[in-house]
């Protein structure tokens, strides 16, 4: 090779991946759910042609939301030494049909959020703050990239 010959750049690989989905072979649409060392089932329900042996991909969104909601507030009170006992979050996900002139349909995330301890009104406003702004929650409400390519 000659000093004008260039070597191209090796394309770049990815990092590690911190999940790995694979067909468990469990009816059409089973998978198995890797992350590190723990282990867990998706599927389609039985009325979307799966065999319900796994939660359904919305469902693996939403508890995303609910884990990371739950676990922002229980680290802001346990930094403020506030006195909540229990934290229990109830989501719903809906999207809502594109509107007029081709407006692309709308993903709303419901969110109830219980809180159990002896919290006065200010701690409780404050935490309802709080849980927007766990990184998923965030994540969720801006626009995201996706990047595929294949191996």
């Not at 469990?26 to 992350?35: C, D, F, H, L, S």
């Not at 930094?79 to 007029?100: I, K, M």
Request: hydrophobic content about 35%; charged content about 20%; glycine content about 12%.
């Amino acid at each position: 090779m000659n000093a004008s010959e260039t070597t191209p750049a090796p394309a770049p690989s990815m990092p590690t991946p911190s999940v790995t989905v694979t067909e468990s072979g469990n009816g059409p649409y089973g998978q198995v759910v890797t992350a590190g060392h723990h282990v867990l089932g998706a599927d389609e329900p039985e009325r979307l042609g799966g065999q319900d042996t796994g939660l359904a991909p919305y469902e693996l969104l939403l508890a995303a939301l609910g884990a990371c909601t739950a676990m922002t507030l229980r680290m802001y009170a346990e930094r403020h030494g506030w006195p909540l006992e229990r934290v229990s979050v109830a989501l719903r996900h809906v999207r809502t049909g594109g509107g007029a002139g081709g407006a692309p349909p709308v993903d709303r995330f419901e969110r109830r959020i219980s809180l159990r301890g002896t919290l006065d009104e200010t701690q409780r406003a404050r935490l309802l703050v709080i849980a927007e702004k766990c990184p998923v929650s965030q994540t969720l409400g801006r626009a995201s990239q996706v990047v595929s390519s294949l191996e």
